[in-house]
């Protein structure tokens, strides 16, 4: 089991409280530039409480929002199992309103982690000693994971209000997205000089400068749809950034799966920023801290084939609309699926279920329905509807809880006596920066370096697949690669509405209605700060 201190101290959590998006908790600690920080070991402990909040609703709130509601996933109700208020079933439909649980949750979550940012860096701006040479690096390291967090609520919600200074109570109203998106890239450039570019353990989970580089790139990626104008030069400038840096690189065909593993960690070359997780952390309050995967991921079936010691869920799944893109049979990013019969780890014998034949379909008509029945786990790709439409409901027996292809990428941890586990999760990778460089040349940017959009889409398809190189890349091509490449990694929506395919029709949703693209602002957020007004068509 790794430990997040060793990357990332939390030694002074208690000084930071976490309360609301405009911090209204008054602070009183015996903190002071006398005692502390007086160097950046010390200036690490202290910047502990703002990445613990990053790390805290990540794998569970905000997955959700950005997975459940594309054709990549879906969590229907199994007899009346995980119905929980509709919450699965509205992100499918994309009917949600403004009082959605994970649309809340995620808000406050958000709101938190730029709030304890704001209180950390208030709280040592004045503490760190103004000759301490590294102040101004430990303050541009914490403005990036504010950054981050507005990035993210930018990405979600749009239309959002600018907090920076810890005591600041008055109501702000939300600024319009392409303002967000501006002060964002301002933030980023100003903090761009004083990052650091140690890439080690010593920089592991926390900003660097190519994480300020990769965030921009994203970010200008994505600009058309952020502020209506495209800045795909910027993008491939920022891609240009890293890349030649020489710190990173893609990791081949035979790690591709490990990067994911419950042992990764720095040692990972792709690893641009990347959010460590430890299952006996304890959470930052107002913030869960869990990374669940493999209880939500993995069938019940499976606890013997990957010796967990807890039974997991079951419950989410993926669409025959998004599996259609693992289509190439020598791709080693098909082995991230449980499909088809399953076997135990030795791959040779079966996964067996006993029940009863109404246990195994609960629609059986026969007298001897309460005879033992016992099967092979077959996982089907097809999700069924087939107790009730109306509450999203597959049904109650094993042909329900066997439906849909089941992702394994972050390998459930055996090693963990809860449901949480210790596989960290990246939020920005080696491999993003080289298909958004290849992405940004086919949507009209000028190739540079010599890297073609071909060359560079390639290049990652020779660590991945044993398959020949192909003659020519389309963005078609782009998006089924992002979909391979970044299954289960929060990006899926992000891809979609930049593709033009976020309105189109898969499962069971039909929705077109473009002003899905954000989330409304939640009630409890209107509540607490009336200045603000609601998203169109909410």
């Not at 609960?362 to 439409?389: C, H, M, W």
Request: hydrophobic fraction near 35%; glycine fraction near 6%; aromatic fraction near 12%.
């Amino acid at each position: 089991m790794k430990k997040i201190t060793t990357y990332i101290g939390l030694v002074l959590t208690a000084y930071f409280m976490s309360s609301c998006h405009d911090v209204v908790v008054p602070i009183t600690t015996e903190l002071t530039p006398d005692i502390f920080p007086q160097n950046t070991s010390q200036f690490i402990q202290a910047s502990g409480p703002p990445y613990a909040a990053l790390r805290g609703n990540y794998a569970i709130d905000y997955w959700f929002m950005q997975s459940e509601t594309t054709d990549e996933s879906i969590m229907p109700a199994r007899g009346g199992n995980w119905f929980d208020n509709q919450n699965y079933r509205h992100l499918h439909y994309h009917s949600w309103t403004k009082d959605h649980g994970w649309t809340n949750s995620t808000w406050s979550w958000l709101s938190n982690v730029i709030g304890t940012t704001n209180q950390a860096l208030s709280i040592l701006d004045k503490t760190i000693p103004a000759t301490v040479t590294t102040k101004a690096s430990n303050l541009a390291e914490l403005k990036m994971v504010r950054a981050i967090a507005y990035f993210m609520m930018m990405d979600l919600y749009g239309n959002v209000p600018i907090y920076t200074d810890y005591g600041d109570f008055t109501p702000k109203p939300n600024t319009p997205r392409a303002q967000v998106f501006a002060f964002i890239e301002t933030e980023i450039k100003a903090a761009l000089p004083n990052l650091s570019t140690d890439v080690s353990v010593a920089t592991y989970g926390r900003a660097t400068k190519y994480t300020a580089y990769a965030l921009l790139a994203k970010m200008y990626l994505n600009a058309e749809v952020y502020t209506g104008t495209a800045r795909l030069k910027d993008c491939i400038d920022a891609c240009d950034n890293v890349i030649a840096s020489g710190k990173y690189a893609l990791e081949t065909r035979a790690n591709y799966l490990q990067m994911f593993y419950p042992n990764n960690g720095p040692q990972m070359k792709e690893f641009i920023f990347a959010i460590p997780y430890d299952a006996a952390a304890s959470a930052l309050p107002g913030t869960n801290s869990n990374m669940y995967h493999a209880r939500y991921d993995v069938p019940r079936s499976a606890t013997k084939k990957f010796n967990l010691p807890f039974t997991p869920s079951a419950p989410r799944s993926t669409l025959p609309e998004f599996y259609v893109n693992f289509n190439d049979a020598n791709d080693i990013r098909n082995k991230q699926w449980l499909t088809g019969l399953q076997f135990l780890a030795d791959g040779v014998t079966p996964v067996t279920v006993t029940t009863t034949k109404k246990g195994f379909d609960q629609f059986y008509t026969g007298s001897d329905g309460s005879a033992a029945y016992t099967y092979q786990v077959n996982l089907t790709p097809k999700i069924e509807l087939r107790q009730d439409l109306v509450t999203f409901d597959a049904g109650n027996d094993e042909i329900a809880w066997n439906m849909g292809y089941r992702n394994v990428k972050f390998l459930p941890d055996a090693t963990s006596t809860t449901r949480n586990q210790n596989n960290d999760v990246p939020f920005l990778r080696y491999s993003d920066i080289i298909l958004m460089k290849a992405e940004a040349i086919i949507r009209g940017g000028t190739a540079t370096n010599g890297e073609t959009a071909l060359s560079l889409y390639n290049q990652l398809r020779a660590t991945r697949t044993t398959s020949s190189a192909v003659s020519s890349v389309t963005l078609s091509d782009i998006y089924a690669e992002r979909c391979r490449e970044f299954a289960w990694e929060s990006w899926h929506r992000n891809d979609m509405i930049r593709f033009g395919k976020y309105e189109d029709t898969w499962g069971f949703k039909t929705n077109a209605d473009v002003t899905r693209r954000i989330f409304p602002i939640p009630t409890g957020a209107m509540v607490l700060n009336p200045a603000l007004t609601q998203n169109p068509g909410y």
